[in-house]
């Protein structure tokens, strides 16, 4: 639930925009809500976030403002347990910011991008509490709200007017750029060092992290990323392919076009989506109705891609994932776990073609004694989506002398039988190292307590420290070498924490660009 003030302290800060009063939390000084970008709303609908105008007086800062609006399920999730709840509004584009003083101390930052799957979420969620880090790392830590769902992802095709940068789509990638220079010009009075700026997410907001870091407007900005768990498998669209979705999402919504579509209220947008879903699930892939579009004006390519060239390639990077990803969107679904071995095999003949199916299912069953197919279908995913992708990106950046450091995350949960394993998100709790924050997290049950706060001690220590000097290594953890092509050297995270050479090789060589030709994005049906 979003957080609501106590009988805490109160602390101010003085900012170009106005003044704020935040709140002392458990030695922490927190500041909640703070605008970062005007409303987006009424014409603002779609448009990049422009900037704030500020405030008279001094602006209360000790309650969580509202989340973007998105669909909501009373009880959440079976998995999660929810991953966003009300108060939803369109006028979200706010921040928090965690502190050990407003100071002038100049700590490195951390900037936190929730994922969600470009529909869900908020950087106020407590799971997603900067306290921790703040505390054990002397971090001055930003976590940020941003347009997801069709608010942030519908690509309008529209442009602007003569003369008006940075019209196009991908509403969402505005809102993030306006939060970075929002760090830039206001960091320094929380106690922060806008020259010494991590951002970090994790699914869809790894995604944004690397579309930010490989951004012409963030030269300066960012000097590490922290990827978790980014689905860089997805093959995002260009705009003629993505308008397809959006002629599908404007007879959802019941307007004939996007001028119509200003005047609903956002209750009936967020409606409309549900139908977007049904509409673009196709079997054995992951559900994404959103996406980032390729505009060529606003993001100019893969965000994978994109930290591969120019700026992006001196920043430090981090990248890791889960074992099992995709058993967090399929273990759990009794249709899957009735999957047949044809069926599975048909999907894999989708990637490496029908003369290969039957072997490539072959090699999936020898990696996992005992697989069902719906086992191989998750491991094939996770491979696709996340696993092999992301490896890729790792040699790419070894080759060009930019190594980057590489991780998975293997530790299973017993929860609902062991059949989530370690699936995506689990390393999340790990990385903020505060289970109490998670309690209502239906896979988090079972975890042994030694267990679970001995890897979430390595775990945070270690991104605290990638933070604070580019490399993750402390004198807790075994010595983590980055990656590259000659030892591809990848931390393990499990109840042994252990740096193991070419971890995913059996999945990078299946997945050789010569024998693949991946097509991870469920197109409109």
């Not at 109160?10 to 106005?18: H, K, Q, S, Y």
């Not at 007879?251 to 509409?279: H, N, Y």
């Not at 606003?298 to 995709?326: S, Y």
């Not at 009794?334 to 003369?355: L, N, P």
Request: hydrophobic share 40%; net charge negative; aromatic share 10%.
């Amino acid at each position: 639930m979003p957080h609501s003030p106590g009988q805490d302290q109160t602390t101010v800060v003085d900012l170009p925009a106005g003044r704020l009063r935040g709140a002392i939390e458990r030695g922490v000084a927190v500041f909640r809500a703070v605008p970062y970008a005007a409303p987006p709303v009424g014409d603002l609908r779609w448009r990049p976030a422009r900037p704030h105008a500020g405030w008279s007086g001094t602006r209360d800062a000790t309650a969580d403002g509202p989340s973007a609006p998105q669909m909501y399920v009373e009880g959440g999730d079976p998995v999660l347990g929810g991953h966003g709840s009300p108060p939803f509004d369109e006028d979200c584009l706010t921040l928090n910011v965690w502190t050990p003083a407003a100071d002038g101390a100049r700590r490195p930052v951390l900037v936190w991008i929730h994922g969600g799957g470009f529909v869900s979420g908020s950087g106020s969620l407590p799971g997603y509490s900067g306290e921790t880090f703040a505390r054990d790392g002397d971090l001055v830590v930003v976590s940020i709200n941003y347009r997801i769902g069709p608010l942030g992802y519908l690509y309008t095709g529209e442009k602007g007017e003569e003369g008006e940068e940075g019209e196009g789509g991908n509403p969402w990638l505005s809102d993030q750029l306006a939060a970075l220079r929002w760090v830039k010009e206001n960091i320094a009075s929380f106690g922060g060092d806008p020259d010494l700026v991590t951002v970090a997410g994790q699914s869809g907001g790894a995604v944004s992290t690397a579309a930010l870091a490989g951004h012409p407007e963030t030269q300066g900005l960012i000097r590490r990323v922290i990827l978790q768990s980014p689905p860089f498998g997805l093959d995002l669209p260009a705009p003629d392919a993505y308008l397809e979705r959006t002629a599908a999402y404007l007879e959802l919504a019941g307007a004939k076009d996007v001028a119509e579509l200003r005047t609903l209220p956002w209750q009936e947008l967020i409606g409309a989506a549900g139908g977007l879903f049904a509409r673009t699930m196709r079997w054995g892939y992951w559900p994404t109705p959103f996406l980032p579009v390729v505009d060529g004006v606003t993001l100019r390519t893969h965000p994978a891609q994109a930290l591969l060239d120019g700026a992006a390639a001196g920043i430090d990077v981090m990248i890791g994932w889960t074992r099992e990803e995709a058993n967090f969107g399929f273990a759990l679904d009794e249709g899957y776990a009735a999957a047949t071995r044809e069926q599975v095999t048909d999907r894999i003949a989708e990637t490496f073609g029908s003369e290969a199916a039957a072997e490539v299912y072959a090699a999936y069953e020898r990696a996992r004694p005992g697989a069902r197919p719906a086992d191989v279908l998750m491991d094939l995913i996770t491979d696709e989506l996340f696993r092999v992708p992301a490896v890729r990106l790792a040699e790419a950046r070894a080759a060009a002398g930019n190594p980057v450091w590489a991780y998975q995350f293997d530790l299973p949960t017993p929860a609902y039988d062991g059949r989530l394993g370690a699936a995506h998100c689990l390393e999340l709790p790990f990385v903020f190292d505060n289970f109490d924050q998670w309690a209502h997290a239906p896979f988090l049950a079972g975890l042994a307590p030694a267990v679970r706060d001995g890897l979430a001690y390595a775990m945070h220590r270690a991104w605290i420290s990638f933070v604070r000097t580019g490399d993750p290594n402390h004198p807790d953890l075994p010595h983590w070498q980055p990656y590259d092509t000659d030892r591809r050297t990848t931390m393990r995270f499990d109840s042994v924490v252990t740096a193991l050479d070419d971890l995913a090789g059996a999945s990078r060589l299946l997945h050789g660009p010569a024998r693949t030709s991946a097509h991870t994005t469920a197109p409109l049906t």
